[in-house]
T-cell receptor, first 114, second 111 residues
Framework: EAQVTQNPRYLITVTGKKLTVTCSQN?????MSWYRQDPGLGLRQIYY???????DKGDVPEGYKVSRKEKRNFPLILESPSPNQTSLYFC?????????????FGPGTRLLVL | GQQVMQIPQYQHVQEGEDFTTYCNSS?????IQWYKQRPGGHPVFLIQ?????EVKKQKRLTFQFGEAKKNSSLHITATQTTDVGTYFC???????????FGTGTSLTVIP
């Protein structure tokens, strides 16, 4: 089944404790992206990747890191989480840039930073 | 940075009533996409509009792209309880490789 998977689905952590949220797609998509969703703000793009080893900042990249060593995986890293990073996170992928194609979203990761 | 606003933020309607959400971008969009997110779910693609003034229909849903390509609307005729969710417009912006979502409109349908 074609899908985008994220793990974990729920995470409670404390300020400053490094964490990684994994994202994997099995559709051989080139474009992958991370978004955070907050009430009243919609989805805001954190980082995106056009292909392997090619990543770039979205609208709200501060406090986050990403890597794209393999085409299927695009982990989101929070080196030192802070409470303002409490949010719902979505990973998404599309065959090429979403300018041309729809994006397929993972189920989401709900993060609480205490 | 680029802003994509949607109004209203929330809308409650009686089942059978019509519903419209409006999307406005601070910059011209090369195309616009619409997504629906059910409560507790993830965004799901509905449609893409590319041409200025374009109108597309999907059963009871009508999507329109403004002439200046800075605004769009989604109209639902005779809402049903299955229409419940948050509707987002979205499009490319910034360097062209970034992607921006609107603030969303949450639709509640009262049976």
């Amino acid at each position: 089944e074609a899908q985008v998977t994220q793990n974990p689905r729920y995470l409670i952590t404390v300020t400053g404790k490094k964490l990684t949220v994994t994202c994997s797609q099995n559709m051989n998509h080139e474009y992958m992206s991370w978004y955070r969703q907050d009430p009243g703000l919609g989805l805001r793009q954190i980082y995106y990747s056009m292909n392997v080893e090619v990543t770039d900042k979205g609208d709200v990249p501060e406090g986050y890191k990403v890597s794209r060593k393999e085409k299927r995986n695009f982990p989101l890293i929070l080196e030192s989480p802070s409470p303002n990073q409490t949010s719902l996170y979505f990973c998404a992928s599309s065959p090429r840039h979403p300018y041309q194609e729809t994006q397929y979203f993972g189920p989401g990761t709900r993060l609480l930073v205490l | 940075g680029q802003q994509v606003m949607q109004i209203p933020q929330y809308q409650h309607v009686q089942e059978g009533e019509d519903f419209t959400t409006y999307c406005n971008s601070s910059t011209t969009l090369s195309n616009i996409q619409w997504y629906k997110q059910r409560p507790g779910g993830h965004p799901v693609f509905l449609i893409q509009l590319v041409k200025s003034g374009e109108v597309k229909k999907q059963k009871r849903l009508t999507f329109q792209f403004g002439e200046a390509k800075k605004n769009s609307s989604l109209h639902i005729t005779a809402t049903q309880t299955t229409d419940v969710g948050t509707y987002f417009c979205a499009g490319p912006g910034g360097t062209g490789n970034q992607f921006y979502f609107g603030t969303g409109t949450s639709l509640t349908v009262i049976p």
